[in-house]
């Protein structure tokens, strides 16, 4: 990419920013009456970003998908309003901030840190081994922070001198610093948004401090904020409730609920034995417990550490110490918040011990060795149940039949003499779905591992879903109806506990592993069944633009239940009738969107530090003033608030709400967009219309198809993307990186790509422009004028319909890669038939920056403007109309370029050498001068009653063709094809597969247009791209070749070549400057100047179609070319040839004819352009 072409648009969007500025054509304001200027209004939003650091290229997709959408919607005659807040509640900020004082302390100012950096490899290698294959290798803290272990360290990553980093250690100066900075690099991208409406969060703006404190005062009045013991992600460390947004990894993990099978010992022997007389139990967590009734032993580590802990019932239990932490906090053990083991031992020291366990049909079952239990997962004790889970029969059968195994764990034959016991009858897989998927999958043992996965996989789900209990006194129902049951029946016997840990392992941003806790908190009563009903209403009637995201927001309708608001550190506002609790940063952020229609009215600033035009002040925003500017209420309150300002803000309101989109990675499905609705439908419980419109969910972003990590060096920051690409060129790639949940690809080849693109884009308008005066006008009546509007017509619907439905990728295709091709394809082919029609040009130009202009502003605004000559930005500018598109003729149009495409593919295998004999060179074919198209006006006989017959089978398939066998059997059955039997099934395999290409179109035997006439009319264009003399269109019944009459058929022409005498004339241009030389071009007989010029012009690319150009041949054809040239006067010694002169090859030569004289031409001749 040149540097050039970068600064020439990076001057461009400088310009046309600073209009922008000017004009204030972002600042959206509510029509003052109703009725008045009353256009339909579009109000998206997107999740305001954390102000503790610079944006990066990941925020920058998410919210593309707002600034796309507003463009588009503008241009569609909407009222628009794209606000955008800065966060700054939660923990992140006030840690950072802590952990800087610490440094300093510790370390002075600037710090001096030693070289050890142990405990940040420890790190990442134990977030190594607990990631699955859906994650990176490493955190995300580490990710964004580039591997350094120290704050300051971070923060000079972020290109910040050490002088200024001291002053971070006060928290009020991340939100002075970092805010103003994120709002200067939007405004570099051209951000469609009113920044009159912009705030940072917390207590530190005292208007939205008072937003929030009313939203809670009524959630708690209508009974959706609770208080008590709630499970909820814990950090001992921090002594507090850990956030999603407070988490250096496991943001979107969540507590994971198992039963805990108590397993008692029946004697207590060895270590064990100084636990007597209190009964002892080893506990295994399991989210199956319906399948106890299959237990058949239970596993247990050798090389894991296990601990005996007293339980709050004076019972003994035995697990690992992760389990046992998870436990204190939940209230489970006789000390709570504290593990005190009562016995440490090692898995190999419990081999062979006794249990007895809840509803096996097994008196007795043993302990047993399974290395592939690990400790990061549940209890580090593990059930077995053969009969359902292939990893515990293969496991067992191999301890059957490896003695020497058995022998190292002290393990007797008695010990795994046991059979797997039918408990689940599974659809396919019987009831023993275990050993019957292992023996079909050829399982031998537990090294099988990645067919196990596979197994698992197959019968696991099935069995819960489809499988029906075979015993206890539930026989005979769904698994997944009577999985609550037992579990309740098992706690009731006192068989079992109800246990939870995190899903996954999850790391504050304090560096605490965190744990489930019962917590004593206000939460947010999420999952309540009137409330879950309520938001399920607001669900069904959204518009999710993806089913995935709609299916991700039933699942977590399905679990939510409750959410902690509450936490007693970070940043934030304070719970009004409890102040010693902060409330946390999801739960201030649920319907902040409102705030945004009237944030400009209250502050003009974004700290919310200097009052709006009316002078209200924070104090003045009483509970029942937000009551009646957001409408909950008719009644106006009693207060000191103009009555005009209050009914300024209330219109406001009342004109921009709903949220028509809002925008966000899929990460946010399961909290913040759940609360999102789920508050809304409590806020405006009466008001359905106020409910939120739609949600657009898009995947992570990658760079070069690789996760962003700063310990890799594959980040970018938006500066970074802004200075390298610009804001369209880098708003290009956004675009095309992806439309689907699926994770996008940022691709700096097509940012760079896109760089040239816009410049060309807007060379070449300069140059149409300037051509204007050389181009037809009049009627647009050429085959090609028509087939290029309906094609132009046809690009910007499909375009319409893309940017409607949010698929901006599939926007960018058809509105500008296909649609400058189709305007190229069409300047092609008019430049060798009757030229370019100004009309169309004009026509592509205007519309072409409409279509693009929601993703490239910049660059379309300036063409739109200073080449264009509109008056007014083009953000004041309408989608383009059309009328409807002539299908027919866009099939003729693509059935051009195709016969042109194959024509030249023909051409090419024409010229490809023979295959030589050893030994020998082969030769290169002498290349073609003529063609002859081959075109058939019908299908022959027998291949039209095929195509007829398969028409009639999709149809009465519902627009599907059956299988082959039954295909073949209704072709086989007409007597019409019997000779043709050989050929009929390979025949229709070809259309079937070409139905699979261009559709139904396929199966007819005729097509849409005069496939001669779309052909003659450009064989000028079609000679020219074959770089033939001559071509002529015969239809193929007059084709004396059986196989061209046989396989040519409509919609394939097929192309034959013929090679004529030539004669190589020189041509030589004696001007200076023009960049024009010498070339070499054929002869042929009866060649006129006006076909060695077309020649010319297709050989010699800097001969235009506007210049004008004259041959001149040598008085002295011999001596002439040999004399020195004259550069004041390259003519003289020559003579023009007229237009009526005739070439003919006599004995290797050229000669020409004048007025009834032949004569020699000569091997030289010379041309002038002008």
Avoid at 138 to 160: D, F, N, R
Avoid at 736 to 752: I, L, M, Q, R, Y
Avoid at 901 to 906: E, G, P
């Amino acid at each position: 990419m040149s540097r050039k072409k970068l600064e020439d648009l990076l001057a461009i969007e400088a310009s046309i920013q600073q209009q922008w500025e000017e004009e204030k054509v972002f600042e959206e304001d509510a029509p003052a009456q109703e009725g008045e200027g009353r256009k339909e209004k579009f109000m998206v939003t997107f999740p305001y970003p954390y102000m503790n650091g610079r944006l990066h290229l990941g925020h920058t997709f998410s919210l593309s998908k707002c600034e796309f959408a507003v463009g588009y919607q503008r241009l569609k005659g909407k009222r628009c309003l794209f606000p955008f807040g800065l966060h700054c509640t939660g923990m992140p900020i006030k840690a950072s901030a802590d952990k800087l004082k610490r440094e300093v302390a510790d370390y002075g100012c600037p710090p001096n840190f030693p070289d050890d950096d142990d405990s940040m490899e420890v790190a990442q290698l134990k977030e190594v081994t607990i990631q699955d294959k859906s994650k990176g290798k490493k955190s995300k803290a580490v990710a964004k922070t580039g591997g350094v272990k120290y704050q300051w360290q971070i923060m000079q990553s972020l290109g910040i001198d050490d002088k200024e980093i001291e002053k971070f250690t006060n928290e009020d100066y991340w939100l002075k610093y970092f805010p103003p900075h994120c709002v200067e690099d939007l405004k570099r991208v051209g951000l469609h948004t009113d920044w009159r409406r912009s705030f940072i969060t917390t207590d530190r703006n005292p208007y939205y401090d008072s937003f929030v404190r009313w939203q809670f005062l009524r959630l708690r009045e209508k009974g959706k904020i609770q208080f008590g013991k709630r499970y909820t992600i814990y950090s001992p460390k921090d002594g507090q409730p850990c956030m999603d947004h407070d988490r250096s990894s496991g943001e979107g993990v969540g507590p994971q609920e198992y039963t805990l099978i108590k397993m008692r010992v029946q004697e207590l022997k060895g270590k064990l034995a100084v636990l007597a007389p209190k009964p002892v139990f080893l506990i295994a967590a399991t989210l199956r417990p319906e399948t106890m009734y299959g237990q058949t032993n239970c596993w247990l580590g050798p090389d894991l550490t296990y601990i005996a802990l007293e339980t709050k019932d004076g019972e003994v239990v035995v697990c690992t110490r992760r389990a046992a932490r998870n436990m204190a906090f939940q209230g489970m053990l006789s000390v709570e918040n504290e593990v005190k083991p009562l016995l440490e031992l090692k898995g190999h020291e419990l081999m062979g011990t006794k249990l007895s366990a809840p509803l096996t049909s097994y008196k007795t079952i043993y302990t047993l060795p399974m290395l592939t239990v690990k400790e990061e997962k549940g209890t580090g004790v593990v059930t077995s149940v053969p009969s359902d889970a292939p990893d515990d029969f293969a496991a067992l059968v191999d301890l059957k039949n490896k003695p020497a195994l058995r022998e190292k764990y002290g393990i007797t034959e008695e010990m795994v003499n046991f059979d797997p016991v039918p408990i689940i009858d599974v659809p396919e897989y019987g009831s023993l779905s275990a050993p019957t998927i292992c023996q079909m999958m050829g399982i031998k043992s537990q090294n099988d591992r990645d067919k196990l996965l596979e197994a698992k996989e197959k019968v696991y789900l099935r069995g819960f879903y489809e499988g029906t209990l075979l015993v206890g006194e539930l026989r005979g129902k769904k698994v997944q109806d009577i999985k609550k049951q037992i579990q309740e029946m098992l706690v009731k016997a006192k068989e079992a506990l109800i246990y939870q840990e995190p899903e996954k392992q999850i790391i504050s941003r304090s560096g605490d592993e965190c744990v489930v806790a019962l917590c004593d908190q206000w939460y947010l009563d999420y999952g309540e069944a009137a409330w879950r009903a309520e938001t399920q209403k607001n669900l069904d009637a959204l518009e999710t633009y993806h089913e995935e995201v709609r299916r991700n927001f039933e699942a977590t309708l399905e679990w939510l239940k409750g959410h902690a608001c509450s936490r007693t550190y970070g940043l934030g506002t304070r719970l009004p009738w409890d102040e010693k609790w902060l409330i946390e940063s999801l739960s201030d952020s649920t319907i902040y969107m409102a705030y945004y229609t009237v944030c400009h009215i209250l502050h003009s600033d974004v700290y919310g530090s200097v009052q709006g035009e009316y002078g209200i002040k924070p104090e003045q925003m009483t509970p029942e003033v937000w009551d009646y500017v957001f409408q909950l209420t008719d009644k106006a309150p009693e207060s000191s608030i103009k009555k005009e300002a209050l009914q300024k803000m209330r219109q406001e309101f009342g004109y921009w709400y709903p949220v028509d989109l809002r925008t966000s990675g899929k990460d946010l499905v399961p909290n913040h967009l759940t609360y999102f609705l789920y508050n809304h439908t409590a806020i405006w419980s009466n008001k359905p219309d106020r409910w939120p419109q739609g949600i657009r969910a898009n995947g992570h972003l990658l760079l070069n198809s690789e996760k962003m990590s700063k310990s890799t060096g594959n980040f970018m920051t938006l500066t970074d993307a802004l200075d390298s690409y610009g804001a369209d060129g880098m708003r290009l790639a956004l675009a095309n990186a992806g439309d689907s949940v699926e994770d996008a690809n940022f691709e700096t080849p097509v940012a760079d790509s896109g760089v040239l693109r816009l410049w060309t884009f807007v060379e070449l308008t300069k140059e149409l422009l300037a051509e204007k005066s050389s181009m037809r006008t009049g009627p647009a009546s050429t085959i090609n004028d028509k087939m290029f509007t309906s094609e132009m017509n046809l690009k910007i619907r499909e375009t319409d319909e893309n940017y409607r439905s949010l698929m901006f990728k599939e926007a960018l295709r058809t509105g500008f890669f296909e649609y400058n091709n189709l305007f190229h394809q069409y300047r092609e082919r008019a430049q060798v038939q009757a030229g370019l029609h100004w009309d169309l040009v004009s026509r592509y130009l205007t519309t072409q920056v409409l279509l693009l202009a929601p993703i490239c502003p910049h660059a379309c605004d300036y063409i739109w403007q200073k080449l264009l000559g509109n008056s007014k930005s083009i953000l004041h500018a309408s989608w383009p109309t059309t009328e409807e598109p002539d299908l027919a003729l866009v099939k003729a149009s693509e059935y051009l370029a195709d016969a042109s495409h194959r024509f030249r593919l023909r051409l090419k295998a024409h010229m490809s050498p023979a295959k030589s004999k050893k030994g020998e060179t082969a030769a290169t074919p002498q290349a073609p001068s003529h063609g002859t198209v081959w075109i058939a006006k019908t299908f022959p006989k027998w291949q039209s009653i095929i195509l007829t017959t398969m028409h009639d089978l999709y149809k009465a398939n519902g627009n599907c063709l059956p299988d082959n066998k039954e295909l073949s059997k209704a072709l086989g059955s007409n007597p019409s094809l019997k000779k043709y039997m050989k050929k009929v099934m390979p025949f229709a395999q070809a259309v079937r597969e070409r139905l699979n290409t261009v559709g139904e179109t396929a199966l007819k035997d005729t097509v849409d247009f005069n496939e001669r006439s779309i052909l003659e009319e450009n064989i000028d264009y079609l000679r020219g791209t074959l770089d033939l003399e001559g071509l002529q269109m015969c239809w193929t019944e007059e084709c004396d070749n059986e196989r061209t009459q046989e396989e040519v058929v409509p919609g394939e022409p097929y192309l034959t070549f013929t090679s004529a005498p030539c004669v190589i004339l020189s041509l030589v241009n004696p001007q200076p400057h023009t960049g024009l030389f010498i070339c070499q071009l054929p002869i042929y007989e009866k060649d006129t100047v006006a076909s060695v010029l077309a020649r010319l012009r297709r050989q010699e690319r800097f001969v235009k179609p506007t210049m004008k150009v004259t041959f001149h041949r040598y008085s002295d054809p011999v001596l002439g070319p040999r004399m020195m040239p004259n550069l004041a006067n390259p003519l003289q010694g020559t003579e023009e040839l007229n237009d009526k002169i005739v070439l003919s090859l006599k004995d290797d030569a050229v000669h020409f004819t004048s007025n009834g004289t032949s004569a020699f031409l000569g091997t030289k001749i010379l041309y002038m352009t002008q």
